[in-house]
């Protein structure tokens, strides 16, 4: 009799392929095959064996199996295939996900092994030249460390081989034997405080099984010192565990701060790590070695074998989400992870998401609160300066600026929020009007003064910024509103004699440059920091004394329900950085709105308050999370075909409990020249939307369609404009 099995493949396509075992080859689920496809030879993955061949079908057989074992382990699988099945994600592409690079193309799953490098006892940074400054920051950094450190963990730091090298030959750091595996670091963690240890006594231990808490600890409440004593008092010797943490914060202090304690025990995962170091941080998590893996979103896909504790820390961070092709979320298949790992999962944030909270009140999650500041630090105090009709120096108040002023004859540190990188959101004509467009999309394009470019920041649209009005040719051209260059080039004029400082995607770009800045400030000179929603999220500044919101007003009145939740998220978070030392804090959120309610009841701080209003709201409207929204967005080169498919894909979708908006076009309906529309589902129940869109999908995957049409499906999605 035939053997066959089902095989994934990495393409687009709802449906696994059969193939013909051969005689005496052996395969187990979550095994690598080679494959012929059409004239092709792919990476498979095992996903069933023993099926019913197919009758009166020739099935091509397996060419090769790549190893001998799984390289999926069954709770990885079964994650993918949960997320795939829930998502409407194809499920080749979901297992492929959880592959590095190297092993999707078929590469051996096998790694060089690591050169570990440490100081030599007499080195020190003065023998280095005064320009050295990075290779002094090396054996600094290296000096600091406990244990012997691995090439890739030096890299993810942020430095260079040819640093490396350069302090080999200058014999100030010798290659070692690599530590017996990872030998934990054996420095003390700070005692909890009152507040944290009651805290922690009430987050369910591991031996218990699965269990969701929802941290909810205010901005400087000391969240991760309880992560870190959670890991150290529970986590056993030979068990994993994954810190999931946005993309920003995952800068080598916070690393840093997780090494002290967890020594060679700590890796990281991350876009910028090379296809190399992603195959041996992958191995090693899949070879079971005990491994502490801090992360960004992509990390709750890689092969634990024995998870002992999830922590999701910010967990309400939209970029937990993805935004494009498979848009899952970290967060919730971290949850679903840890009950197929049978191990707790803590979400952690001084503002959770709706969603959180609302599985927190209903017990779902258990609630665990945190409403003290670590030691003398005090929550900071939070004040609306209404601007209308004020005159403003380059969108900051008056009283703003003596505000800063005050802060910096004091020394202490200042931070400056604004929403929009760039020196202006839009050039616009004094004379006849004119506004800056992309033509690309129907958007505006934001002028960036050190290059003199005008750039779309929805397409990768740029082009000189004209000295005259392109309309008219008048010379009343010129940019308006405030973006971070604007206002650093205000502050620079204000306050000659201070560094300022501005932190956005821009001035961040390069490698490791986050750390320097961070470095800096830290380093507690006094300064004033300008920047973007980048400065607000979990950064430990105990010298700021003074948050500035430039304009508070951009997600007052959005089409979006979700922008109030993300307007007040944002604001407290930022507003979280003030006063965490010594200093008390002070915000001062500049606003055209000052008698609205939503930020009147920010300026009392108390979040919890304001995600019940919130939660009430969409109750009374019935939006997520009371029942379940999806979208079907399609794009194609002209609306119409955008919105009639929308529409065949409305005539096929039936139900009483169906609620359908649309189809619209998207609020950004063009975007490098595709014409967006969608179509919003909103069912009382997961389930029976989700059989629905599977149903769907399959139905759209078979349909013939414009070629240039492309659509995606967007289950809990978080934009729905
Ligand atoms: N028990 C403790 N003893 C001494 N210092 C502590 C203790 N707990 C926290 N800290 C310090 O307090 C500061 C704030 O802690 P942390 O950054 O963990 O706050 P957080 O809750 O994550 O805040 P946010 O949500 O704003 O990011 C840090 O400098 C930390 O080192
Ligand atoms: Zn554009």
């Known amino acids: 009799m035939i053997q066959t099995a089902r095989i994934a493949l990495s393409r687009p396509l709802r449906r696994l392929f059969d193939y013909q075992v051969p005689v005496g080859m052996r395969l187990t689920p979550g095994q690598r095959v080679r494959v012929p496809f059409g004239r092709q030879s792919l990476v498979g993955l095992v996903v069933e064996t023993g099926v019913e061949p197919p009758a009166g079908i020739k099935l091509r057989p397996i060419s090769q199996v790549l190893e001998d074992w799984p390289v999926l382990p069954p709770e990885t699988r079964q994650l993918m295939q949960w997320a795939a099945a829930y998502y409407q994600h194809p499920l080749g592409e979901c297992l492929f996900m959880s592959l590095p690079p190297a092993l999707r193309r078929g590469r051996p ?109 205010i901005t400087g409440s000391g969240k991760t010192e309880i992560y870190l004593h959670y890991l150290q008092r529970y986590l056993k010797q030979e068990q994993q565990a994954l810190v999931l943490v946005p993309e920003i914060n995952l800068t080598p202090q916070t690393v840093r701060r997780f090494n002290r304690y967890f020594g060679d025990r700590i890796c990281m995962w991350h876009s910028a790590l090379n296809d190399g170091e992603r195959l041996k941080t992958w191995l090693r998590i899949r070879n079971g070695e005990p491994v502490i893996v801090i992360g960004t979103r992509s990390s709750v896909t890689l092969p634990f074998l024995s998870l002992g504790a999830i922590i999701v820390d910010e967990e309400h961070d939209t970029s937990f989400k993805q935004g494009e092709g498979f848009r899952y979320s970290a967060r919730d298949l971290a949850v679903y992870r840890g009950h197929l790992n049978r191990c707790p999962v803590l979400l952690g944030s001084a503002t959770p998401s709706i969603e959180s909270y609302q599985n927190a009140t209903t017990g779902k999650y258990r609630l665990v609160k945190l409403e003290e500041r670590v030691g003398e630090a005090r929550p900071p105090t939070l004040r609306l300066l209404d601007i209308r009709s004020r005159p403003l120096e380059g969108g900051l108040s008056p009283k703003a600026i003596q505000a800063i002023r005050e802060r910096i004859e004091r020394k202490e540190q200042v931070l400056v929020f604004v929403n929009r990188r760039g020196f202006a959101p839009v050039m616009m004509c004094f004379d006849c009007g004119h506004i800056s467009e992309c033509p690309r999309c129907d958007s505006r394009l934001t002028y960036h003064r050190k290059d003199r470019a005008l750039r779309c920041h929805h397409c990768d649209y740029q082009t000189a910024a004209p000295e005259t009005c392109p309309a008219c040719a008048s010379d009343a051209y010129s940019p308006v509103g405030q973006g971070t260059e604007r206002t650093e080039d205000i502050l620079q004029a204000s306050f000659p004699e201070t560094p300022i400082i501005r932190v956005d995607r821009d001035s961040t770009r390069n490698r490791g440059s986050i750390d320097r800045i961070l470095q800096q400030v830290n380093s507690g000179e006094s300064c004033i920091l300008v920047g973007t929603q980048m400065l607000a999220k979990g950064h430990d500044f105990p010298n700021v004394s003074l948050v500035v919101v430039v304009n508070a007003d951009g997600g007052l009145f959005s089409v979006d329900f979700r922008a ?19 200093i008390p804090g002070t915000v001062l959120i500049q606003t055209c709105h000052s008698e609205h309610s939503l930020l009147n009841q920010l300026c009392t701080g108390n979040y919890l308050a304001m995600a019940e209003h919130i939660l009430a709201e969409r109750a009374a409207l019935q939006l997520p999370p009371y029942r379940a929204m999806a979208l079907l967005r399609a794009e194609a080169t002209t609306m119409e075909e955008s ?79």
Do not use: M
């Open 109 to 217: 799953a096998t790694a060089n092994n690591d050169l570990f490098w440490h100081a030599l006892e007499e080195a020190t940074p003065e023998a280095l030249p005064a320009q050295a400054h990075r290779q002094k920051a090396l054996l600094t950094w290296l000096r600091s460390q406990p244990t012997p450190c691995s090439q890739s963990t030096i890299q993810a730091a942020g430095f260079t081989p040819d640093q490396i090298r350069n302090l080999k030959k200058r014999n100030l750091i010798e290659e070692t034997e690599p530590q017996p595996p990872l030998a934990q670091a054996c420095e003390k963690l700070p005692s909890l405080t009152h507040a944290q240890e009651r805290a922690f006594g009430e987050i369910p231990r591991p031996e218990l099984g699965f269990s969701a808490t929802l941290l909810y600890g």
């Open 564 to 582: 109030p939740e993300q307007l007040i998220q944002t604001l407290l978070q930022v507003s979280g950085r003030a006063g965490r030392g010594r």
């Open 643 to 721: 919105l009639a498919f929308l529409d065949g894909a409305k005539g096929q979708l039936t139900g009483s409990d169906l609620e359908i908006w649309g189809p619209l076009p998207a609020v950004i309906a063009r975007r490098a020249e595709r014409h967006r529309a969608q179509l919003v589902l909103i069912s009382n129940q997961k389930g029976p939307l989700q059989r629905q869109l599977q149903t769907l999908c399959h139905h759209l995957e078979e349909q013939k369609k414009p070629s240039s049409l492309k659509w995606q499906i967007d289950v809990d999605p978080l934009e729905t404009g």
